[in-house]
């Protein structure tokens, strides 16, 4: 089966423009999480889908930051206006319902983003 | 509020030795506990996860990990390092009875492996 794929690899883009990273989670996986790794420190949760609908987005920064999860596929995570402080790698994952907190995370290759 | 602690930034082992790559955690009720690895330019592949029963799990790549309630630790372990397991690896923890959804990750230990 095909894996998380995530969209772009890498992103450098100037303080104050928008940036929109996309994830692909592996077909049937309902539930889509987005995280952030900051140089150096822990991966840190940002939200988690089941399907279309947020289940969780207590870890979002602020209001500069949009997930949506159209259709309950792909999910989309737009940073506008992009800060210095949003620099870091985007994790994506996946896992399948049923048994939740028994399957681990799919997780795909990241993005690298860096706000200049 | 649940936790995950790496003390070590980075271990260095020589190869062929055993390696200890330590984890504790902080979490109300039953911990859900998992060892992921990173590899570069990669995104974080799973290697070995504690649920319950025996307090000792094995995993991918020949690594285990060892469950200790009274310690709250979940450290990973290998007998025989090899130059092909230096990469980053996190602990993770995940909270049973718990509304909340999330998986919390420590910070990562590097570990590089020396031949």
């Known amino acids: 089966e095909a894996g998380v794929t995530q969209f772009p690899s890498h992103s450098v883009i100037e303080k104050g423009q928008t940036v929109t990273l996309r994830c692909d989670p592996i077909s049937g996986h309902d539930n889509l999480y987005w995280y952030r790794r900051v140089m150096g420190k822990e991966i840190k949760f940002l939200l988690h889908f089941v399907k279309e609908s947020k289940q969780d987005e207590s870890g979002m920064p602020n209001n500069r930051f949009l997930a949506e999860r159209t259709g309950g596929t792909y999910s989309t995570l737009k940073v506008q206006p992009a800060e210095l402080e949003d620099s870091g790698v985007y994790f994506c994952?996946?896992?399948?319902?049923?048994?939740?907190?028994?399957?681990?995370?799919?997780f795909g290759n990241g993005t690298r983003l860096t706000v200049t | 509020a649940q936790s995950v602690a790496q003390p070590e930034d980075q271990v260095n082992v020589a190869e062929g030795n055993p390696l200890t790559v330590k984890c504790t955690y902080s979490v109300s009720g039953n911990p859900y506990l998992f060892w992921y690895v990173q590899y570069p330019n990669r995104g974080l592949q799973f290697l070995l996860k504690y649920i319950t029963g025996d307090n000792l799990v094995k995993g991918s790549y020949g690594f285990e990990a060892e469950f200790n309630k009274s310690q709250t630790s979940f450290h990973l372990k290998k007998p025989s390092a090899l130059v092909s397991d230096s990469a980053l690896y996190f602990c993770a923890v995940r909270e049973f009875h718990s509304s909340a959804s999330k998986i919390i990750f420590g910070s990562g230990t590097r570990l590089s492996i020396r031949p």
């Open positions: 994952a996946s896992s399948p319902s049923g048994e939740q907190v028994f399957r681990p995370l799919h």
